[in-house]
């Protein structure tokens, strides 16, 4: 792998019209999965970009935490947002339909993990606004999967696209990758079915 986040969404554009209409009252597992994670992946980070400046990667055991844990957002964020129709599964990350290949550990330099954050804020403001991009396509995939039982293709490969950005964002500042996103897509991309 070339060091870069790729995320797949091989997934039909039928959604379940109950599950649509409830997925606010469904997702509160997940968040509550999520929220216990969130308090452990700060000090994970911060170990991990100490650990990357003295040995110049992550230990093993932190990247496949902190990639667990960046699968699993991405997946709770997919479902939630109507880019995938499978629930998510916090044990199981790795066999859901909505995949997200995280680069093998690699060797990172030493200067850009010392000026990591610096240098995310770019994306991090375009993370920004891709959320609510992000936010105004799972509406309009609400009300249209409710209408039709199905999203669209443009709402959906929207939607996967901002939602890549902001994985891949998320990869770097958590330094799982060195490659700084970009807006074009590094590897397959979403084909809607």
């Not at 969130?38 to 902190?66: K, N, Q």
């Not at 009300?143 to 443009?154: D, E, I, P, S, W």
Request: proline letters at 8%.
């Amino acid at each position: 792998m070339n060091g870069r986040l790729v995320v797949h969404g091989h997934e039909s554009l039928r959604r379940r019209r109950l599950t649509t209409f409830l997925r606010v009252v469904l997702v509160v597992p997940q968040h509550v999965v999520l929220a216990v994670w969130f308090l452990l992946v700060p000090p994970a980070a911060a170990i991990a970009w100490l650990a990357t400046l003295i040995d110049g990667r992550v230990p093993p055991w932190l990247h496949r935490f902190l990639s667990a844990f960046l699968r699993y957002q991405g997946q709770v964020t997919a479902w939630f947002d109507l880019l995938s129709d499978r629930y998510p599964d916090p044990l199981h990350t790795r066999d859901h339909p909505f995949a997200i290949d995280v680069p093998e550990r690699q060797g990172q330099p030493r200067l850009v993990t010392l000026f990591r954050l610096p240098l995310a804020l770019p994306a991090s403001v375009l993370w920004s606004v891709f959320g609510v991009v992000l936010t105004i396509v799972a509406v309009a995939s609400w009300f249209v999967a409710l209408t039709l039982g199905r999203t669209t293709a443009g709402l959906q490969e929207l939607g996967m696209f901002c939602l890549r950005y902001q994985l891949e964002t998320e990869a770097y500042v958590l330094l799982l990758t060195g490659s700084y996103p970009r807006l074009a897509p590094a590897g397959p991309t979403t084909e809607p079915a």
